[in-house]
């Protein structure tokens, strides 16, 4: 050959000849290398792949050959462990002796290895080696060994199988030492005797046509009739596959190699499925999923499947359903993922996919997110009119599979296989089984996204079904926190009612029910108030004063009051809707939610003991009702936890707050919107326990969240990037805490501009962080920038401009300007005196600054007054431990001893 390397006389297999052979030396002329390079190996007698050292070359004069085989026609593939070995003369760990004209090679796909297989007349015996690089150069090399041949079963290009071949092993054949063969090219892999896969780009990998599934699923119905439904992907194998295969002792793939070379081509489609579910849906859902490809005008599909593409019967001598080593199950799935270019996932049964319980699929899913691989999901055509019909009946059965995701605690057949994805899962994938879980039921969240969409352009234009299909459909998107794209499915159900029944129909109504707790839940309070208030209008209309909608409108209408600070409108809001689901639907579901709404707003009021009793009636109803893992439920667990913390019981506060965590966990995964606010509001109990440091740990994960989950300049990012400043500002570390809230505000400005409410927070946060550090100066400047934009967006009387004036008042004290700061508290008292009232815990806040800033002025008895009154209110809301208190308390002790020593030097 051109590109052969020529060797010196006497250089053969790279083993040092004895004194007696060397006269069967042979002239540099004789000799000819056509190919080198490493390369995995298996052989007849061991299953395992081993790293080797190839040397394809032509045969020695003297040497040991086959019967009729000359020099020069004749070839010899040697391997050694190492390139090293065969410089350095070392007996090579074997040979094949390949003769010209005799010799037929074939490419093929072992254990979803691309690799060249070498066959023993009658097959006998078998090998395969998968060289490393250049598999088409060495293929077309070995392939010019090959005979010609009349064969129309040979008449298949490079798939080439049922044929004779020359071939045999050799052992200690003398040689001198090899010194001069040019490795320059491989010196990469010389250093190391492991093969790394990773380093290798993508490789060729078989997979089977649509054709090959619809001929097995042929036989499938008529194998088991009747039962074909119930037949497992196990018992076809055993009972289809295995006796096809047996007298090859094949793969079914390489059978319909040999049967036609056209129902096999390049896998671009690796299909994850569970082995124990209906291998008439799998088969079903996978010829589906290649007919919707076509329609689309994508290329032909070919999958790796692995009941196909894997010997079943060298499984079965490894004693298990994969039987794969250690090293193979390491090394080599990645590869075999990423030259498929994608992952099929047959999602089967729709309600409870067994592929959420299966190691495997949860597993495969991962490596595929992990490689950035399309993952996409497909079912059974008689499950997709199933799925329309769930969806519209029943919102809940798709949120409740989603709940079933749980990797650590996957099944697998194969013990063995379950201990190694274990240990892979915790190895190699960051996150660990939190964010395999994460991985796929973010890729169930798009399938149903997606899904619902198809079934809307493919339903009737307009129709009422379609209005309602796409209620449910936001409805759903909704329980897994996918505001935005459960907004654009209800606005379509507002469009088709409005047009079909008229904008005063009670169907419209409930549309605009939609929207108004979807928009809450995007925090667009103003559209969501607006919903609200034209639903109600509209319901009232049809169904007069009482009825379960209009109930349901007043518990929506007051969260919106509740979340624009509008408590006395908030409670208004739900008492009505309490007293109305009272008595129209007892021992319900929505009665817990007006429960746990009023200790909301109880809550923000600061009337902790009611807060407390509403919260538990909500709890006790809904794990009655809805069950112990229910959403709602963990909503309940939060925020009576942020109450107990209110109240100065951190370690309830923080086992209420972890509860509402794990049950979140399971619904939406460990990287979801809401786990990063359960561990916002857990860090925010560790900074009232003073314990910063596990307060800064919760703060950096739900950061950590928001930053995969949303865009850098996300407003929600501006958010706890201020949380974490602020927990630094406690923490002592001031610059590190300016810091953080000065990124914040850049995002706010960046976001929602110079006036909005969320850059008026972070100047707030930048005031607490100067005033920490001492620079009171600097703290004022930035708490007038948020007071000023607070006052002209919420007005002067409301809380929060009230909770920025007592701050500011905090400064002013400590700049020693103690008027300044009476006048801000005194208009604060006012404002929280008429919204929380007299007896409560936020005006109590108020009246100890005054207390504090009296004392400053040298106004004892006035001083006094104000800590009385406000340690009065922390005493009985909030016990005496207390952090406001003691603080309060040790105010009004100081006080006290101040008036004892002047009274004994006067």
Not at 553 to 570: E, K, Q, S
Not at 736 to 752: G, N, P, S, T
Request: net charge negative.
């Amino acid at each position: 050959p051109a590109s052969g390397i020529l060797l010196e006389a006497g250089s053969s297999f790279g083993i040092k000849s004895p004194p007696q052979e060397k006269t069967m030396a042979a002239s540099s002329s004789d000799i000819v290398v056509l190919k080198t390079g490493y390369g995995l190996k298996e052989g007849h007698r061991v299953k395992a792949w081993k790293h080797r050292w190839f040397l394809l070359r032509t045969v020695l004069p003297g040497e040991i050959k086959p019967k009729g085989a000359q020099v020069g026609t004749t070839h010899v593939l040697v391997y050694y462990k190492s390139n090293e070995e065969a410089k350095q003369g070392i007996k090579p760990c074997g040979a094949h002796i390949l003769a010209k004209g005799k010799t037929i090679v074939s490419l093929t796909s072992k254990r979803g290895r691309s690799c060249i297989e070498i066959r023993t007349p009658g097959f006998s015996k078998v090998y395969y080696i998968q060289p490393s690089k250049d598999i088409d150069e060495w293929f077309r090399v070995l392939s010019s060994l090959q005979p010609p041949s009349n064969d129309a079963r040979l008449g298949f290009n490079s798939f080439t199988r049922d044929v004779d071949l020359v071939s045999s092993i050799v052992d200690g054949i003398p040689a001198a030492h090899l010194q001069e063969l040019d490795l320059d090219d491989h010196k990469e892999f010389a250093e190391t005797a492991t093969y790394d896969y990773a380093d290798n780009g993508p490789e060729l990998v078989i997979g089977v046509a649509v054709s090959v599934l619809q001929r097995l699923l042929c036989e499938v119905r008529d194998v088991f009739a009747d039962k074909c439904d119930s037949a497992t992907t196990k018992d076809i194998v055993d009972r289809i596959m295995k006796p096809h295969t047996f007298e090859a002792q094949s793969s079914y793939l390489e059978l319909m190699q040999r049967e036609n070379a056209e129902c096999v081509g390049t896998a671009n489609a690796f299909v994850s499925h569970a082995w124990k579910c209906s291998a008439t849906k799998l088969l079903e859902a996978l010829i589906e999923f290649s007919k919707e490809q076509e329609r689309r005008g994508e290329a032909t599909v070919y999958f790796w499947i692995d009941m196909c593409s894997n010997n079943q019967h060298e499984i079965d001598q490894c004693g298990g359903e994969s039987g794969v080593g250690w090293e193979w199950f390491q090394s080599s799935f990645t590869t075999l993922m990423r030259a498929c270019g994608r992952l099929v996932v047959v999602a089967t049964p729709y309600s409870a996919p067994e592929v959420c319980q299966r190691a495997w699929c949860l597993f495969e899913a991962a490596v595929g997110a992990r490689e950035k691989l399309p993952l996409e999901v497909c079912i059974p055509p008689v499950e997709e009119m199933a799925l329309k019909q769930a969806i519209t009946a029943d919102a809940e059965v798709l949120v409740k599979a989603m709940m079933e995701i749980d990797s650590r605690h996957a099944r697998a057949t194969v013990a063995e296989d379950l201990k190694n994805i274990q240990r892979l899962i915790e190895t190699e994938i960051e996150g660990s089984y939190g964010a395999v879980d994460d991985i796929f039921k973010g890729v169930l969240r798009q399938w149903i996204t997606e899904k619902g969409q198809q079934i809307l352009l493919d339903a009737e234009d307009g129709s009422m079904e379609t209005a309602h299909f796409a209620r449910q459909l936001g409805r759903i998107l909704e329980r897994m926190g996918q505001h935005d794209q459960a907004i654009a499915f209800y606005n379509e159900a507002l469009d088709v009612d409005t047009k079909l029944l008229g904008a005063e129909h009670p169907e419209t109504a409930l549309s605009l029910m939609r929207l108004t707790i979807a928009y809450r839940g995007a925090g667009e309070y103003v559209k969501a108030l607006e919903c609200g208030q034209q639903a109600l209008e509209i319901l009232r209309k049809a169904y007069g004063t009482e009825h379960i909608d209009i109930a349901d409108a007043h518990n929506a209408i007051g969260l919106v009051h509740y979340r624009l600070g509008n408590h006395t409108a908030a409670l208004q809001s739900l008492r009505e809707s309490l007293r109305m689901n009272t008595q129209l639907r007892p021992d319900h579901a929505a009665i817990a939610d007006d429960f746990s709404s009023l200790g909301l707003v109880y809550k923000l009021k600061g009337d902790s003991k009611l807060a407390v009793d509403y919260y538990k009636r909500a709890i006790a109803l809904q794990r009655r009702v809805l069950g112990p893992e229910h959403p709602d439920l963990a909503s309940s667990y939060n925020n009576l936890g942020v109450v107990y913390e209110r109240i100065g019981d951190y370690d309830e506060a923080i086992s209420l707050l972890k509860k509402s965590h794990d049950i979140k966990a399971k619904i939406h995964g460990m990287e979801h919107p809401s786990i990063a606010t359960s561990y916002n509001n857990i860090a925010i109990a560790y900074n009232y326990k003073g314990d910063y440091d596990r307060g800064i740990e919760y703060h950096t994960k739900a950061l950590e969240i928001k930053q995969k989950v949303y865009d850098p300049d996300h407003h929600s990012i501006a958010t706890t990037t201020a949380n974490l400043g602020l927990t630094y500002n406690f923490k002592g570390e001031h610059e590190k805490a300016i810091e953080l809230c000065l990124e914040a505000l850049r995002i706010h400005l960046k976001v929602v501009g110079p006036d909005h409410c969320d850059t008026a927070g972070s100047y707030s946060n930048l005031g607490n962080a100067y005033d920490g550090k001492g620079d009171w100066d600097t703290a004022v400047d930035y708490f007038e920038k948020s007071l000023a934009i607070k006052t002209t967006s919420l007005g002067p009387q409301h809380p929060d401009v009230a909770l920025l004036n007592t701050h500011l008042a905090r400064t002013y004290v400590h700049k020693g300007d103690y008027d300044k700061a009476i006048a801000l508290c005194e208009a604060a008292l006012a404002v929280r005196m008429d919204a929380f009232g007299a007896d409560n815990v936020n005006t109590a806040a108020t009246q100890s600054m005054l207390g504090i800033a009296y004392k400053g002025k040298g106004d004892r008895e006035r001083a006094i007054e104000f800590c009385d009154q406000a340690l009065a209110i922390q005493l009985r809301a909030l016990g005496s431990t207390h952090p406001a208190t003691e603080a309060t308390n040790a105010a009004r002790q100081s006080l006290l001893l101040q008036h004892s020593t002047e009274s004994q030097y006067s």
